[in-house]
């Protein structure tokens, strides 16, 4: 959990993933000589942010979106949302800007009409355009974890663990998931010029409902605002029962993720979202169970062999 717990203090909300990606370009290249397979590392330029591993002969890549929401400084003290993070008054946010390190606190103001305005409590203005997230939390316990950006460090995370065993496949670190999407498509359709890769996996984190449950094991999503391929859904469905593995079946009316960005584009991409559940969405207080998480692992490593 100490990798997990690094992800998650690494500011990196959208538009701003470059910090993480230097976090995952140093993970691989100091660790992947003790992997099965040795990937092919793609990033630089035409690739923004993001990076792609290609190990083997890849007939399917695992998506794991880099950013967090978080929060832009306006006019004054104002702030405006990055992405959809909770607004609850007192939030600790941190972030630095040219008269250094900041720590301030979220403040809601409710008009009469019903209407909020954002705006950050400390004794000097912050520098416009300056982004802040979530303080760092890192809690654990035998049966979960707790942070905030959960959402999607731990989906980074399963990545990096499914990747030490992985012998063919890809994995897309990708950007700007939580503020309108970006950086899919491009790195999809290189990765069906060059390798031919036309199916995917949206490692994410979903949320705990009445019908997904924290310990139920690592859920597929049939839906949520957008429809996965049947087609693919079932065949993924099939081998999650073959696997025997614990997992729970997801339908929901909203949300989205790099599925969504893999849907909207003119590529011939079949997509699944596989994720564990959590609770306390978009919030410092992200939390989710360990054996989720472990069956999150499990799954997506026998996918990855089978698909």
């Not at 316990?141 to 707790?146: G, I, L, N, P, R």
């Not at 410092?284 to 997506?300: A, C, N, R, S």
Request: glycine share 10%; net charge negative.
């Amino acid at each position: 959990m100490e990798i997990l717990k690094n992800l998650t203090e690494i500011r990196g909300a959208s538009s701003d993933e470059s910090r993480v990606k230097e976090f995952v370009l140093e993970y691989v290249k100091s660790n992947c000589s003790l992997w099965a397979v040795q990937p092919e590392i793609i990033e630089g330029e035409g690739f923004q942010d993001c990076v792609i591993l290609v190990f083997g002969n890849p007939t399917t890549a695992i998506y794991a979106h880099m950013d967090s929401i978080g929060f832009s400084v306006g006019y004054g003290k104002d702030l405006i949302k990055i992405g959809g993070p909770r607004t609850i008054d007192g939030i600790q946010l941190v972030g630095s800007d040219s008269h250094g390190e900041i720590e301030t606190e979220l403040m809601v103001i409710e008009d009469e009409d019903g209407s909020k305005v954002l705006q950050y409590v400390l004794d000097r203005e912050i520098d416009r355009g300056t982004i802040l997230t979530f303080k760092p939390d890192f809690r654990e316990t035998d049966e979960y974890v707790q942070s905030p950006y959960l959402d999607n460090r731990l989906g980074m995370w399963n990545a990096l663990k499914v990747a030490q065993t992985l012998e063919n496949g890809a994995i897309v670190f990708s950007t700007y998931e939580e503020h309108g999407g970006n950086s899919v498509g491009f790195c999809a359709n290189y990765l069906l010029r060059n390798h031919g890769v036309q199916q995917a996996l949206v490692s994410d984190i979903t949320w705990v409902t009445h019908g997904v449950v924290h310990g139920g094991g690592v859920a597929i999503s049939m839906r949520d605002s957008w429809l996965p391929r049947r087609v693919y859904l079932n065949r993924i469905i099939e081998l999650a029962k073959k696997s025997g593995i614990q997992f729970q079946l997801e339908v929901e009316s909203a949300g989205g993720s790099d599925g969504t960005s893999l849907q909207k584009s003119d590529l011939p991409i079949s997509w699944c979202f596989i994720g564990a559940p959590e609770d306390n969405v978009h919030t410092p207080d992200e939390k989710v169970y360990k054996f989720d998480i472990m069956t999150m692992v499990e799954l997506y490593s026998y996918l990855m062999k089978h698909l």
